[in-house]
């Protein structure tokens, strides 16, 4: 299977091959971190850009870790889409198993690639003592 993989410090994701979506696969010490660095692989695609002189806030409530995950992600690309942002920067201010809020930091113009939906299809999370990895399949 071939996959390309990124780690910056603690920030570890890569992308999974896939013949028509994105699959994004992420690894940290918790959930919060593993989904810290889930967003920033997810804001790669969005489009480039250096800036942290705009922020947005998301927040997202849910019954499960599977339903926050595909909750948070989706609040972050309407947001992204309405306030006309690219993102290249979170961080979480509060996140428990049911609810989650963040600051999304980036540049103030249009997002250049476009991801349709943040899909429960192939979505897992997978969670041990200080691991967590969590795959996602974007719609583009």
Do not use: W
């Amino acid at each position: 299977m071939f996959y390309c993989q990124y780690t910056v410090k603690t920030m570890a994701y890569r992308f999974i091959e896939h013949t028509s979506d994105i699959i994004i696969e992420s690894e940290n010490k918790d959930f919060a971190s593993a989904l810290t660095d889930m967003a920033m692989g997810m804001f790669t695609q969005m489009g480039k850009t250096r800036s942290v002189a705009a922020k947005i806030s998301a927040e997202a409530n849910a019954t499960s870790k599977e339903e926050l995950v595909v909750s948070f992600l989706s609040e972050i690309l309407a947001q992204c889409e309405i306030e006309l942002l690219i993102p290249n920067k979170i961080k979480i201010t509060s996140c428990s198993g049911s609810s989650i809020s963040a600051v999304i930091y980036g540049e103030k113009k249009p997002p250049e690639n476009i991801i349709k939906a943040v899909t429960y299809h192939e979505l897992s999370i997978e969670e041990k003592s200080g691991y967590c990895k969590i795959r996602v399949l974007f719609d583009i």
